[in-house]
């Protein structure tokens, strides 16, 4: 059964340093998504990307990130100058072309000290 | 007020129980509704969407009540391995998703 998933599973960086979270969404999915979860809260939207633009995105979502479609595969986000509460769970998923189901990566734990 | 509400549990049945959770959503635009469940640190797993005729997929049933903008999941036999978070969700954007904030379910032996 495809599968969405990602890159690294758990990363450790200090304050203010660059990160990029990497995924590999379902081959024939066409719109992808990256949402975050801190520890103990709930799931929270950061962006929709399709046909190489992005779509929709909250209030999170401000100037510190940035997504990339840099492939045929990959699909990225980035976190510049990152912060302390910027430490959470990043979960990628992606979803077909006319189905807003969405199918969830198995996540990349991001820890800033 | 939240935009998807659920009560946070914890909801403790014994194997073989029937147990119902219950959802409420305040955005009426919202059009599309799914069940998730989590497990400890991992990632939503998408257990069923919701029709607003009902619908059923084995031991769980779904339903929509868009007038009073509610969601329910019934799951019939609980198993052990039902034991999990179960997320509440609702499109809320073009294909944003909202979630809960999850419904703990823990099944005993």
């Known amino acids: 059964e495809p599968e969405v998933t990602q890159t690294p599973s758990h990363q450790v960086t200090q304050m203010g340093q660059e990160v990029i979270l990497r995924c590999v969404p379902i081959s024939n999915h066409l719109y992808f998504y990256w949402?975050?979860?801190i520890l103990g809260q709930k799931v929270e939207f950061l962006v929709s990307f399709y046909n190489n633009e992005i779509s929709e995105k909250s209030e999170i979502f401000d100037d510190q990130f940035s997504v990339e479609r840099p492939d045929?595969?990959?699909?990225?986000?980035k976190i510049r100058s990152t912060k302390l509460e910027d430490s959470a769970m990043y979960f990628c998923a992606s979803s077909g072309r006319n189905s807003l189901e969405q199918y969830f990566g198995p996540g990349t734990r991001?820890?800033?000290t | 007020r939240k935009e998807?509400?659920?009560d946070p549990g914890p909801f403790n049945v014994p194997e073989?129980?029937?147990?119902a959770f219950n959802c409420t959503y305040s955005n009426s635009a919202s059009q599309s509704f799914f069940?998730?469940?989590?497990?400890?640190?991992?990632?939503?797993?998408?257990l069923m969407s919701v029709y607003s005729s009902g619908n059923e997929d084995g031991r769980f049933t779904a339903q929509l009540n868009r007038a009073s903008q509610y969601i329910s999941l019934l799951i019939r036999d609980s198993?052990?391995?039902?034991s999990a978070t179960y997320l509440c969700v609702a499109n809320t954007g073009r294909?944003?998703?909202?979630?809960?904030?999850?419904?703990?379910?823990?099944?005993q032996p």
Request: positive net charge.
């Open chain 2, 35 to 46: 069940w998730y469940r989590q497990d400890c640190r991992k990632e939503p797993k998408l």
């Open chain 2, 4 to 6: 998807v509400e659920q």
């Open chain 2, 95 to 107: 294909r944003a998703l909202t979630f809960g904030s999850g419904t703990r379910l823990q099944v």
């Open chain 1, 110 to 112: 991001l820890t800033v």
């Open chain 1, 35 to 37: 949402y975050r979860q």
């Open chain 1, 72 to 77: 045929g595969s990959n699909f990225t986000l």
């Open chain 2, 79 to 82: 198993k052990l391995s039902d």
């Open chain 2, 16 to 19: 073989g129980a029937t147990v």
